[in-house]
């Protein structure tokens, strides 16, 4: 596929001296190239789509790398990237994965942050604008966010600051009338009445807080978009931009469907189905929903909540609706789930907040000090906690073990298998003494008869799976297959190892790890970082005995872009690595 006027643009300078025909073929090659790479290769579709004219026009006004133009969540950059001289990534396959699907400072200068998470544009750029203040610059600074990024408190409290700056400081609120599913929150009222109003509405949330306002009914319109931000260049005080786009623009099935067409793989242009599409196979995911429907009917106090990403826990609009009130969706906004969470378990009920790991970091001071301090007894399930889930290094499964089960009074339990997994979900459900995590196993579903199921999981007790002598192996999680996989290497080496399911990662089975002080080696496994995490509490713990112990996690980087093979087999963690430590 060729592309004659993209093919020109090398930076936003190319930009600025293009007829509007010119820049309306721009945009038309921009979004057939952007159809192409992720039809094939899978990526953030939607929200990508319907940016395409916004960030044409932003770059078109506005003289970045001077000004500077940070963007919320930046899984809509794509458009930005291909104008700042990285166009090759998305017309050519052989260069697909030259870039990240995030703004990245390593990649250019034109990319100011590495940012993943959502609802920190505004925080982030006030930052910039006081500091080119403070330092005599008299740069634009242009934040920009969603409409779906605005349910998460930071993004209130960045407007609230933003506000006071008293110089410029331009606010783009992306509308599309959607987060990854719906929105949720009374704000999204007062967005609607802007809409419908076309600007003119009473109340005006951003009046409110301070700025001054500009709307934009047809923010896929160029010419509007090029005209707002006209007027708003150079402004002496914060204002407003509220655009009104759509979600998925160009591909009628991401139109149709935005909430499907938000993330995905390859798919079919035609058709938006699925590529290389089979039978389907059960995920975690469907594990997790379908038994807490299951749950939720025989128990009327139970109820599910999630910040924004029902898709991410199994909850389709379908099974949504068959929760009924029962299901929370507080928006992007992990520190209200938290502490809502803590007041339905003081209040009576069950609540189960099933939470991507990377997004519960957001809300650790909500699980320390509202839930755990007060031994609610709310539950977290984590899902893609584990090398096995999101790779891009603002999404990493790997930390929130060591930040959760080192919270006093919290119980951090890693299921091997779907039996243990809904077990101690059924358990965590039905206690009332303490707040529980339990964390999603990584990868496939599998199933394990030799894993013992227990009635309480509130103290540590350990599960000797097979016993040996000498060596023994403590796999937690979705490395205990891995652990196995070593002890029958090591049988075969005539060495018989003690296995080990540990179950809880938060406390220690003293008890088991006292049988093992005079053994000569032992391994722990666990699929998250080493530091402070369930093997060096082991190490600690034994830390006056003969035994040497060998902790195999995760490092404590931020790796981007990674093959979990590939890291996993650099931290030793592999059959034959861990045979090898025990001979």
Same mark, same amino acid.
């Given at each position: 596929?060729?592309?004659?006027?993209?093919?020109?643009?090398?930076?936003?300078?190319?930009?600025?001296?293009?007829?509007?025909?010119?820049?309306?073929?721009?945009?038309?090659?921009?979004?057939?190239? @952007?159809?192409?790479?992720?039809?094939?290769?899978?990526?953030?579709?939607?929200?990508?789509?319907?940016?395409?004219? *916004?960030?044409?026009?932003?770059?078109?006004?506005?003289?970045?790398?001077?000004?500077?133009?940070?963007?919320?969540?930046?899984?809509?950059?794509?458009?930005?990237?291909?104008?700042?001289?990285?166009?090759?990534?998305?017309?050519?396959?052989?260069?697909?994965?030259?870039?990240?699907?995030?703004?990245?400072?390593?990649?250019?200068?034109?990319?100011?942050?590495?940012? +993943?998470?959502?609802?920190?544009?505004?925080?982030?750029?006030?930052?910039?604008?006081?500091?080119?203040?403070?330092?005599?610059?008299?740069?634009?600074?242009?934040?920009?966010?969603?409409?779906?990024?605005?349910?998460?408190?930071?993004?209130? !409290?960045?407007?609230?600051?933003?506000?006071?700056?008293?110089?410029?400081?331009?606010?783009?609120?992306?509308?599309?009338?959607?987060?990854?599913?719906?929105?949720?929150?009374?704000?999204?009222?007062? @967005?609607?009445?802007?809409?419908?109003?076309?600007?003119?509405?009473?109340?005006?949330?951003?009046?409110?807080?301070?700025?001054?306002?500009?709307?934009?009914?047809?923010?896929?319109?160029?010419?509007?978009?090029?005209?707002?931000?006209?007027?708003?260049?150079?402004?002496?005080?914060?204002?407003?931009?509220?655009?009104?786009?759509?979600?998925?623009?160009?591909?009628?099935?991401?139109? *149709?469907?935005?909430?499907?067409?938000?993330?995905?793989?390859?798919?079919?242009?035609?058709? +938006?189905?699925?590529?290389? *599409?089979?039978?389907?196979?059960?995920?975690?995911?469907?594990?997790?929903?379908?038994?807490?429907?299951?749950?939720?009917?025989?128990?009327?106090?139970?109820?599910?909540?999630?910040?924004?990403?029902?898709?991410?826990?199994?909850?389709?609009?379908?099974?949504?609706?068959?929760?009924?009130?029962?299901?929370?969706?507080?928006?992007?906004?992990?520190?209200?789930?938290?502490?809502?969470?803590?007041?339905?378990?003081?209040?009576? %009920?069950?609540?189960?907040?099933?939470?991507?790991?990377?997004?519960?970091?957001?809300?650790?001071? &909500?699980?320390?000090?509202?839930?755990?301090?007060?031994?609610?007894?709310?539950?977290?399930?984590?899902?893609?906690?584990?090398?096995? +889930?999101?790779?891009?290094?603002?999404?990493?499964?790997?930390?929130?073990?060591?930040?959760?089960?080192?919270?006093?009074?919290?119980?951090?339990?890693?299921?091997?298998?779907?039996?243990?997994?809904?077990?101690?979900?059924?358990?965590?459900?039905? &206690?009332?003494?303490?707040?529980?995590?339990?964390?999603?196993?990584?990868?496939?579903?599998?199933?394990?008869?030799?894993?013992?199921?227990?009635?309480?999981?509130?103290?540590?007790?350990?599960?000797?799976?097979?016993?040996?002598?000498?060596?023994?192996? %403590?796999?937690?999680?979705?490395?205990?297959?891995?652990?196995?996989?070593?002890?029958?290497?090591?049988?075969? !080496?005539?060495?018989?190892?003690? @296995?080990?399911?540990?179950?809880?990662?938060?406390?220690?089975?003293?008890?088991?790890?006292?049988?093992?002080?005079?053994?000569?080696?032992?391994?722990?496994?666990?699929?998250?970082?080493?530091?402070? +995490?369930?093997?060096?509490?082991?190490?600690?713990?034994?830390?006056?005995?003969?035994?040497?112990?060998?902790?195999?996690?995760?490092?404590?980087?931020?790796?981007?872009?990674?093959?979990?093979?590939?890291?996993?087999?650099?931290?030793?963690?592999?059959?034959?690595?861990?045979?090898?430590?025990?001979?």
């Amino acid at each position: 596929m060729e592309f004659p006027t993209l093919s020109k643009i090398n930076s936003p300078a190319d930009l600025k001296g293009m007829t509007p025909d010119e820049l309306r073929t721009l945009c038309a090659e921009i979004r057939a190239a @952007l159809l192409s790479k992720l039809s094939a290769h899978g990526g953030h579709i939607g929200p990508n789509l319907g940016m395409v004219e *916004a960030i044409v026009a932003l770059h078109y006004v506005f003289d970045a790398p001077e000004d500077k133009i940070v963007f919320d969540v930046s899984h809509q950059s794509y458009t930005h990237k291909m104008l700042t001289g990285r166009a090759r990534a998305f017309t050519d396959p052989a260069h697909y994965d030259d870039v990240t699907g995030y703004t990245q400072p390593r990649e250019s200068e034109y990319d100011l942050f590495s940012v +993943g998470h959502t609802s920190t544009s505004v925080s982030l750029a006030s930052g910039l604008a006081k500091a080119r203040d403070i330092m005599g610059g008299h740069e634009n600074v242009v934040a920009v966010i969603g409409d779906g990024s605005l349910s998460g408190g930071q993004a209130f !409290e960045g407007l609230n600051i933003g506000s006071t700056l008293g110089s410029n400081f331009i606010v783009v609120v992306n509308d599309n009338d959607m987060s990854i599913a719906e929105n949720h929150g009374g704000l999204y009222a007062d @967005l609607r009445l802007l809409r419908n109003t076309n600007g003119e509405g009473e109340p005006n949330y951003f009046r409110s807080l301070g700025y001054s306002y500009r709307y934009v009914r047809y923010g896929n319109d160029l010419r509007s978009l090029i005209e707002a931000f006209r007027a708003v260049k150079d402004i002496d005080h914060p204002v407003v931009v509220h655009i009104n786009t759509m979600k998925g623009l160009g591909l009628p099935a991401a139109e *149709a469907n935005k909430e499907a067409f938000h993330y995905g793989g390859p798919f079919d242009l035609k058709t +938006g189905a699925p590529l290389h *599409a089979s039978a389907h196979q059960e995920d975690y995911t469907d594990v997790f929903a379908d038994h807490m429907l299951a749950v939720m009917e025989r128990n009327p106090r139970v109820a599910v909540l999630t910040a924004g990403t029902p898709g991410a826990i199994g909850f389709t609009p379908e099974r949504r609706r068959a929760a009924g009130r029962r299901f929370v969706d507080t928006g992007i906004a992990e520190q209200d789930a938290v502490s809502m969470g803590g007041g339905m378990a003081k209040g009576g %009920l069950r609540p189960v907040f099933g939470v991507v790991s990377s997004f519960l970091q957001r809300a650790y001071d &909500q699980v320390a000090q509202d839930v755990a301090l007060n031994r609610l007894p709310a539950v977290f399930t984590v899902f893609y906690g584990s090398v096995y +889930g999101m790779n891009d290094e603002t999404h990493l499964g790997f930390f929130d073990e060591a930040l959760t089960a080192n919270i006093p009074n919290v119980v951090y339990l890693a299921p091997t298998c779907r039996e243990e997994y809904l077990a101690m979900l059924d358990w965590a459900v039905a &206690q009332t003494s303490v707040p529980v995590v339990v964390r999603t196993p990584g990868g496939a579903v599998r199933s394990d008869r030799s894993i013992e199921l227990l009635e309480d999981y509130s103290t540590a007790r350990y599960q000797i799976v097979e016993q040996g002598e000498n060596v023994a192996i %403590l796999a937690a999680g979705t490395f205990f297959e891995t652990g196995r996989r070593a002890a029958e290497l090591l049988k075969q !080496e005539g060495v018989q190892a003690t @296995l080990i399911n540990p179950r809880c990662l938060s406390t220690l089975d003293t008890e088991t790890l006292d049988s093992l002080r005079d053994y000569k080696a032992i391994v722990t496994l666990e699929d998250a970082i080493a530091d402070g +995490g369930f093997g060096q509490k082991v190490a600690a713990y034994l830390g006056d005995a003969p035994v040497k112990v060998h902790v195999l996690g995760l490092p404590k980087q931020f790796v981007n872009n990674y093959k979990a093979s590939e890291l996993l087999a650099k931290q030793g963690i592999t059959a034959e690595g861990i045979a090898e430590l025990l001979k």
